[in-house]
């Protein structure tokens, strides 16, 4: 099976589930964050629609992480620089929303961008993601929360 297609890149994925989904995306080719398509493969609750992103939690949260926001943009850019004026800040009102109706108190905003051999994602449709650590984690002293870029995962 092909690993990569239009929209996703399997290369990328962290394996079980994951796995299994994307070769679904794959063999239909379709994009997995486009608003016609995300409850169809996404099957996290979209908290927030607004004019230009989906605010949603991850389906597949990093290790060692207490909240792990998705901010999905509705329409389909793989580059911040196709980003329109209103997008870019309809995103930080998104952030905004997160931080006020989630206590969103503290964390790390990541947004891979670009060809996906470096950016490490498997979505290429831009997306955000915004990183709140389990400080209560017992493995958090020796495992923060990775956030991986580039090369392949596999």
């Known amino acids: 099976m092909k690993t990569k297609n239009n929209f996703v890149d399997l290369r990328n994925s962290r394996g079980g589930d994951q796995d299994e989904v994307m070769k679904k995306i794959i063999e239909a080719n379709e994009d997995p ?84 051999i470096l950016s490490g994602a498997t979505v290429k449709r831009l997306h955000a993601h915004i990183i709140v650590p389990d400080t209560t984690s017992k493995s958090y002293e020796k495992d923060r929360v990775k956030f991986f870029i580039g090369g392949n995962k596999k």
């Open 33 to 116: 964050f486009s608003p016609e398509n995300i409850k169809k493969y996404h099957k996290q609750p979209v908290l927030l629609d607004s004019e230009g992103w989906i605010v949603t939690l991850s389906q597949y949260p990093y290790q060692n992480t207490k909240q792990h926001f998705l901010l999905i943009s509705k329409r389909y850019v793989e580059q911040m620089s196709e980003l329109q004026q209103e997008e870019i800040l309809d995103l930080f009102k998104c952030f905004t929303w997160l931080k006020e109706n989630h206590r969103v108190e503290g964390g790390a905003l990541g947004m891979r961008f670009g060809d996906t």
